[in-house]
């Protein structure tokens, strides 16, 4: 049986949703979890964007994820959501807006850890094209358990496109030929063809 997705809208985070973040927070990560002062400090960081996941019927904080920007590399630093919805797709529906706002902000590449033992966060990271590239050893602290090192390839290359957008369409929150185009904006240009392109600067 399909569950039912609920609407949702994707916005920045702000320094009020402090107390809807930290309800999710600790029963998302345990013991091992950001404060309410790393947050602040996340939030007003300048080469940090963090983004919540709404629910369009109350405004109800849902899920959160967010990434550093350091250069034209994304670091997806946390990804969060509330128990209650999960299995709703809405970590599914935050990891596309991470990955097309990390475009709009410049971005090339997105990097993030995992724990080895995340299986199922691990799949949905794969399913949306990242590989793993290495491991670093006893990486989190509450345990000593292993990190893998996820990369995308280059998000502007045609190939990563199209497979992201596919996925990504299939959701239902955007098109195929509006998520090409916020990838590929500055590379190519929109033939509206079955998703063809025809390059207008070199790799």
């Not at 997705?5 to 990560?29: K, N, Q």
Request: hydrophobic content about 40%.
């Amino acid at each position: 049986m399909q569950v039912e997705l609920r609407p949702i809208e994707v916005r920045a985070l702000e320094l009020s949703d402090l107390d809807s973040i930290m309800a999710i927070e600790p029963r998302a990560y345990g013991s091992h979890h950001w404060s309410r002062q790393s947050f602040i400090s996340e939030l007003t960081n300048p080469s940090g964007h963090y983004l919540g996941a709404v629910c369009s019927r109350d405004s109800a904080l849902l899920g959160y994820t967010g990434y550093w920007l350091i250069g034209d590399e994304a670091h997806i630093t946390t990804l969060a959501v509330h128990p209650d919805c999960r299995r709703e797709r809405v970590g599914e529906r935050l990891l596309i807006a991470n990955v097309l706002d990390a475009r709009a902000n410049g971005a090339l590449w997105l990097t993030l850890e995992v724990r080895v033992s995340n299986e199922a966060a691990q799949g949905l990271y794969f399913k949306y094209g990242f590989r793993n590239l290495g491991v670093r050893r006893r990486y989190y602290q509450d345990n000593s358990e292993d990190a893998l090192v996820l990369w995308t390839d280059r998000i502007t290359d045609i190939g990563f496109a199209e497979q992201f957008a596919a996925k990504a369409a299939a959701m239902g929150d955007y098109s195929k030929k509006a998520i090409m185009k916020e990838l590929l904006a500055d590379k190519h240009q929109y033939i509206d063809n079955e998703c063809e392109f025809s390059k207008l600067a070199s790799a």
